[in-house]
């Protein structure tokens, strides 16, 4: 019975020495992220630094101080978790960029984004697979088989929209922003549609049949994922519409947001679809319908708490990718060939590169053909900066190596540890590299003039979620419902007016959004009456 009691006693105490193990390392990494958020702010206005490269540069520091201080035997103070990348970290990021993204653009562009981010998608990982299964049957790095290399393909397409949402800006670059924010947003929820798709079928073995479904299992993906978005915000719209929830409670219409937000990127992952374009497309139907249905305090509130959540979430998730690149028990596998794992790194990279070239520019070119206008079309300065600012890799790329190389963040087989050093590698290198040469190659190949560098606000509606921060729809492009287009340039409006036709696609939609969508859904100018709240006390002419 002593015994007993005294193992009881023994395993209280390890849960109690765990449990603050756990709270020194969590206090650490929030003090970190303080440290990060105050030197983001120092470097604000270097053109080669940006809040991604300063997190992974103080996540490498910190690693290395951890590694010196445990006497080598780790780097970092939290085990990655994909849970924690999917379920708690990425939603944040990707529905703030479909809040806040600059829907005029975004939809102005939307095949081209489509066909970057999806078509694209597919072919880099093709040659990717194909140059992989090539060069790594020359090397000793295990055996792998069709699956394998497909994954590779899949994991290595994956493009960072996070940092590439620093290093552009999209004031100065708005076509640039729109194509490559779009396309990297479409290409991470293509590529883990595409590497779920893999790891789903046995590809050993692949005939017609297999291939078919595979093709058709990709697309239902594709287009359930995105159906759910709208659907999700649409509900979202409705019920804070019809109950005036601003009318009892400001703090209601706001969780109410941000659990609905929530919501369609679980219930995604419930029905196994790709929550990354589900909540991505959740956002802009919210800022299109559901935002303008709330009050005056909801709307700033929402903004910034989406915001925030954002910030946070991408500070976070390089840091620790910086931290734990130094991992020990990765590294200790491939200690013994260095030169193969440099070998791995670097063909990955060339493939990275090559495989990008390989669908930017063609594509860049069929898309050129669409345009009738010369000022819409894609220069070859442009192309080669959306190729560059395309090649950083990161944070999904990570999750889905981890996913196909390890078990709970662990590895002991030689094969997988050089996959995930190699994909470490290439994730610091480019983000560092591509990152750092971003913004400069865009000052030498596409100089703004200063005088266009003050953004001109126009729009009927000051209080859209993009107005706070920065005009992300400029020039008046403030939601779908301004697709028809008032911002043409005094200079070219004859030839605007010449070569744009009257009744487009923009022009059918509206008429659609303004009978059908909003009486029923709200938005803009159907703002529901709501007795004193701020939004009543306006004017009511700056909803047409």
């Keep these: 019975m002593e015994s007993y009691v005294s193992s009881i006693g023994s395993r209280l105490q390890m849960l109690t020495t765990s449990d603050h193990a756990s709270v020194v390392s969590m206090n650490l990494f929030v003090a970190l992220l303080c440290a990060c958020i105050v030197i983001g702010h120092l470097l604000e206005e270097n053109r080669w630094m940006n809040e991604s490269i300063t997190a992974l540069i103080i996540g490498l520091c910190t690693g290395v101080v951890i590694l010196l201080i445990s006497g080598g035997k780790s780097s970092h103070l939290l085990v990655f978790s994909e849970d924690l990348f999917f379920i708690y970290l990425l939603p944040p990021i990707i529905f703030n960029a479909g809040f806040q993204v600059k829907k005029k653009q975004f939809f102005r562009n939307f095949m081209t984004i489509m066909l970057f981010g999806a078509v694209g998608t597919l072919i880099s990982c ?22 394998d290399y497909l994954a590779i393909g899949a994991i290595f397409a994956a493009t960072d929209s996070v940092c590439t949402l620093q290093v552009l800006n999209q004031d100065e670059t708005p076509l640039l922003y729109s194509l490559v924010f779009g396309e990297g947003v479409v290409n991470d929820a293509t590529s883990v549609v595409l590497f779920n798709a893999i790891q789903s079928f046995d590809l050993t073995n692949i005939n017609a049949a297999i291939a078919w479904d595979f093709v058709r299992n990709f697309f239902y993906l594709f287009l359930a994922s995105t159906l759910l978005g709208v659907l999700t915000g649409l509900v979202s719209a409705y019920i804070i519409r019809r109950l005036y929830f601003g009318r009892h409670s400001t703090d209601r219409e706001v969780a109410l947001m ?74 200790r596998f491939v200690s013994h060939s260095p030169g193969t794992s440099v070998a791995v790194s670097s063909i990955l990279l060339g493939l990275v590169m090559v495989g990008r070239a390989a669908f930017v520019f063609p594509l860049s070119f069929l898309s050129n053909l669409t345009k009738k206008s010369p000022n819409e079309k894609i220069s070859f300065k442009q192309q080669f900066i959306i190729w560059w600012a395309g090649l950083m890799r990161g944070a999904v790329s990570m999750a889905l190596a981890y996913n196909k190389f390890t078990s709970a963040g662990h590895t002991h087989l030689r094969g997988n540890a050089i996959m995930i050093t190699s994909t470490i590698t290439v994730v610091l290198f480019s983000t560092v590299l591509f990152g750092l040469m971003t913004q400069p190659l865009i000052k030498i190949l596409l100089p703004h003039p200063k005088h266009q560098s003050r953004s001109v606000i126009i729009s009927s509606d000051p209080t859209t979620p993009k107005s706070f921060t920065i005009p992300l729809l400029g020039e008046g492009q403030d939601s779908l419902d301004d697709l028809g287009g008032h911002d043409i340039d005094h200079r070219s409006s004859i030839r605007s007016l010449l070569t744009t036709p009257t009744h487009t696609v923009h022009h059918y939609w509206r008429k659609f959004d303004d009978a059908f969508m909003r009486p029923m859904f709200g938005g803009r100018g159907f703002v529901p009456f709501v007795p004193g709240s701020p939004t009543e006390r306006n004017s009511p002419n700056q909803w047409h």
């Design 258 to 331: 941000m659990l609905m937000a929530y919501l369609s990127y679980m219930l995604a992952e419930l029905f196994y679809l790709s929550g990354i374009l589900t909540v991505f497309f959740c956002g802009i139907v919210m800022s299109h319908y559901t935002w303008h249905n709330v009050t005056e305090s909801s709307r700033v509130t929402t903004k910034h708490a989406f915001a925030t959540l954002s910030f946070v979430a991408e500070t976070f998730i390089f840091l620790y990718v910086g931290m734990d690149a130094l991992d020990i028990e990765k590294w």
């Design 126 to 147: 093709f040659v990717i697979s194909l140059g992989a299964m090539q060069f790594f049957k020359k090397l000793d790095i295990g055996p792998l088989d069709i699956g």
